[in-house]
């Protein structure tokens, strides 16, 4: 697993898109995009939809799997030789916390077996998550102190079950951590 984060617009997508091509020369297999993304808005909505056409048109085909929570439920659908690239880790949590009445108190760990139910069935599965720690948080806020501690724990988590962990800031990628395998 590869772990890729950074702050808005910071080039991390575009860094993991390439990342996940690279490894496909490398490895062989099929290219797979997990987006997580809800078209909430006409921005959303055009940025998927260039995304979408970006990946349409690039050297290498790319199948795309829209799945905004559960990504479990998909995890059979690849093959251990394919490159799977989920985009974003933190879009992920919001959906899955999103989409309930109440939290539930275990969803980092639903979130950390979905994560492992895709990787065990693929070569490589890269993630791209968000950087969304380094403003203040509310102390007065206890949905935002919540959230903070979840998306900081997974990250944490997830940063230990990789093998490489890159910060990307202005489309330059920083590696934090990388093990040889």
């Excluded at 829209?66 to 059979?76: C, F, K, L, N, R």
């Excluded at 989409?99 to 895709?118: C, F, M, T, Y």
């Excluded at 501690?149 to 330059?172: C, D, F, M, P, T």
Aim: glycine fraction near 6%; hydrophobic fraction near 40%.
């Amino acid at each position: 697993m590869i772990f890729i984060t950074g702050g808005v617009r910071s080039g991390k997508s575009t860094f993991a898109e390439k990342l996940a091509k690279e490894r496909t020369r490398e490895l062989g297999g099929n290219l797979h995009y997990l987006a997580t993304g809800v078209a909430s808005d006409k921005e959303m909505e055009q940025r998927i939809k260039r995304h979408q056409e970006e990946r349409q048109e690039s050297e290498f085909p790319w199948t795309t799997w829209e799945q905004s929570t559960g990504v479990e439920a998909i995890a059979t659908s690849f093959s251990k030789s394919d490159i799977v690239l989920l985009d974003c880790v933190t879009t992920l949590l919001n959906n899955e916390l999103f989409s309930q009445d109440k939290w539930d108190p275990h969803i980092l760990e639903k979130l950390l077996r979905g994560i492992d139910a895709v990787q065990a069935n693929c070569a490589e599965l890269i993630l791209v998550s968000n950087e969304v720690l380094w403003e203040g948080i509310s102390h007065e806020n206890a949905l935002v102190l919540n959230y903070s501690k979840i998306i900081g724990n997974l990250h944490q988590e997830l940063v230990a079950r990789s093998r490489i962990a890159y910060l990307v800031e202005a489309g330059i990628p920083i590696a934090m951590k990388e093990e040889n395998v």
